[in-house]
């Protein structure tokens, strides 16, 4: 568990310092409200070398420089005792960095893409990538300990599909009764962002999830969060969400959850606090139309 103490974080601009607890972490708000900041921001203390940085934090190839991308800043990211500090104008960027308990594993999921230390990787459109994510490291322990996962998955938290398991880069499928070996490329497309998903925290000990509802509809949505939180109580994971579903799924779970605006960022405990939240407001009454 860490703590984040945001005094501002472009757009993000507090008149009061607000800290978030970093867990099992939900970030709900308006497209530009700021909560892809706290994911890089995040990004860039908790991996200490540069290329690694370059990999997870890839918007840096566009704006060129870290101070750049990170804008105006004045946050202090906490581990118990051990804080580091980041500080930048946009122009000059001046860190305080700290030896954290161990080196930790951190992955980034920012729609169809994964991005990790060593490189991205597309599990949704490229082959190879998802033959490589569905078997791991193939006959492995622990690929065959994740596809368990993937198969417990599909059996007990979302049945909707009839996939009875994994084998290899196929998958077997029961179609007008009787069962077929499919290979996993043709897997449905929200549910290779699900393995995606999985698969990052499966590698990884702090997993973000940018833009978490892409591609999952509400009861592969809730499947998963639920999945989550039962099979990974031990990392940490942090969603950008702008799904009231997460939100609602998250503060009944005693998730940390928080409504992200430019000039304030607020933390949601109860069901009762989603009456002040308009966003929130505005998608209910949009389903209800």
């Known amino acids: 568990m860490f703590t984040l103490k945001i005094k501002s974080l472009a757009p993000i601009e507090l008149t009061t310092p607000q800290t978030l607890d970093i867990g099992k972490t939900i970030l709900y708000g308006s ?53 580091a500090e980041l500080r930048c104008n946009g122009v000059n960027l001046a860190v305080s960095e700290t030896m954290w308990s161990r080196q930790y594993r951190v992955a980034r999921v920012v729609g169809d893409y994964m991005f990790l230390p060593q490189g991205s990787v597309d599990p949704i459109h490229n082959l190879e990538d998802i033959s490589r994510v569905i078997t791991y490291s193939d006959s492995s322990p622990e690929s065959e300990a994740f596809i368990d996962k993937v198969e417990k998955f599909l059996h007990d938290y979302y049945i909707e599909l009839n996939i009875a398991r994994f084998h290899g880069t196929y998958f077997k499928e029961l179609v007008k009764d009787r069962y077929t070996w499919l290979p996993v490329a043709l897997l449905p497309y929200g549910l290779k962002k699900a393995i995606s998903i999985l698969y990052a925290l499966e590698i990884s000990d702090i997993v973000s999830v940018e833009g978490f509802e892409a591609a999952l509809h509400l009861d ?21 969400t702008h799904s009231g579903l997460s939100l609602r799924w998250g503060i009944a779970k005693g998730w940390s959850v928080y409504y992200v605006k430019r000039d304030s960022i607020t933390p949601l405990t109860r069901l009762e606090d989603l009456s002040n939240i308009e966003l929130f407001k505005k998608e209910v009454e949009a389903l209800t139309l």
Not at 223 to 240: A, C, H, P, R, T
């Open 31 to 83: 497209n530009g409200s700021g909560k892809t900041s706290i994911i890089r921001a995040l990004t860039y203390l908790l991996v200490p070398n540069e290329s690694e940085r370059r990999n997870l934090l890839y918007e840096v190839e566009v704006v060129e420089s870290f101070a750049k991308l990170l804008g105006y800043a004045d946050i202090v990211l906490c581990e118990d005792n051990k804080c």
């Open 220 to 240: 592969l949505m809730r499947s998963l969060l639920d999945f989550i939180d039962d099979m990974y109580g031990g990392k940490v994971i942090v969603i950008e």
